[in-house]
Nanobody, 129 residues
Framework: QVQLVESGGGSVHPGGSLSLSCVVS????????IGWFRQVPEKAREGVSC????????TYGDSVKGRFTISADTAKNTVYLQMNSLKPEDTAIYFC??????????????????????WGQGTQVTVSS
C-alpha cells in the first residue's frame, strides 16, 4: 500500500522560509515522478513542482521559480520542498503526490493532478504579517 506523509508546514511572515518533507512508503521513488501541489478553498489544485527521480528532471510552476527548490533523498524515500522568500499568496495546503514514470514531469504535468494516483494528507502553509 502506497502512503505519503507530509510535514513541515506552519505559519511564517512574508519573506520567511519553510521546508516541507514527504515520506513515501510502499513505492520506490526512482520508479516514479513526485509532485508538490497546493490548494486553497474553492480553487483547483495547483502544481508547484515535480521531480522525475530516475533522471533528475525538475519542473517548477511560474509562481515559485527561483524561490522554491525540490529535492529527494532516495535512501530515505523522502522528497523535500524548500520554500524561500514566501509571499502571502503562497498560503495554501501543500500536498505531495506520486505518479508512475510513464507520465511527464513538465509544465503540462503540473496542470494534471489527475496523473498522480496517491496523495498525502496535506500540510498547511500560512504566510501573513
Amino acid at each position: 500500500q502506497v502512503q505519503l506523509v507530509e510535514s513541515g508546514g506552519g505559519s511564517v511572515h512574508p519573506g520567511g522560509s519553510l521546508s516541507l518533507s514527504c515520506v513515501v512508503s510502499g513505492a520506490r521513488l526512482d520508479d516514479h515522478i513526485i509532485g508538490w501541489f497546493r490548494q486553497v478553498p474553492e480553487k483547483a489544485r495547483e502544481g508547484v513542482s515535480c521531480k522525475y527521480i530516475s533522471d533528475g528532471l525538475i519542473t517548477y510552476g511560474d509562481s515559485v521559480k527561483g524561490r522554491f527548490t525540490i529535492s529527494a533523498d532516495t535512501a530515505k524515500n523522502t522528497v523535500y520542498l524548500q520554500m524561500n522568500s514566501l509571499k502571502p499568496e503562497d498560503t495554501a495546503i501543500y500536498f505531495c503526490g506520486i505518479a508512475p514514470r510513464g507520465y511527464y514531469c513538465s509544465p503540462t504535468g503540473l496542470k494534471m493532478p489527475s496523473w498522480y494516483g496517491f496523495w498525502g494528507q496535506g500540510t498547511q502553509v500560512t504566510v501573513s504579517s
